[in-house]
Nanobody, 113 residues
Framework: VQLQASGGGLVQPGGSLRLSCAASGKIFSIRHMNWYRQAPGKQQRDLVASITSGGSTNYADSVKGRFTISRDNAENTVYLQMNSLKPEDTAVYYC???????WGQGTQVTVSS
């Protein structure tokens, strides 16, 4: 499975961005697609949101009510709609699919005035 992430950028606090992650390859095997982020200076990637093939979603407490994950099965794409962005949302965002375990390249999100 190959994943192509896009949609990052610079936005002011309170603004919105939508990230996209397009999957190709053995996409019929994918059951979960997640978004992770790695904040500046941190080694680990934190789970932001996840969605199953059945549409069940899960969110980190820090983004609940502000972020929405969705998937378009026809386009083999997962989206992360991010609203009311805060400076602490600044990070490199990565999409992830399983199985098989596959990472996309990161896309930078910077929230700053």
């Amino acid at each position: 499975v190959q994943l192509q992430a896009s949609g990052g950028g610079l936005v002011q606090p309170g603004g919105s961005l939508r990230l996209s992650c397009a999957a190709s390859g053995k996409i019929f095997s994918i059951r979960h697609m997640n978004w992770y982020r790695q904040a500046p200076g941190k080694q680990q990637r934190d789970l932001v949101a996840s969605i199953t093939s059945g549409g069940s979603t899960n969110y980190a407490d820090s983004v609940k009510g502000r972020f929405t994950i969705s998937r378009d099965n026809a386009e083999n794409t997962v989206y992360l709609q991010m609203n009311s962005l805060k400076p602490e949302d600044t990070a490199v965002y990565y999409c992830y699919a399983w199985p098989p375990a596959s990472w996309g390249q990161g896309t930078q999100v910077t929230v700053s005035s």
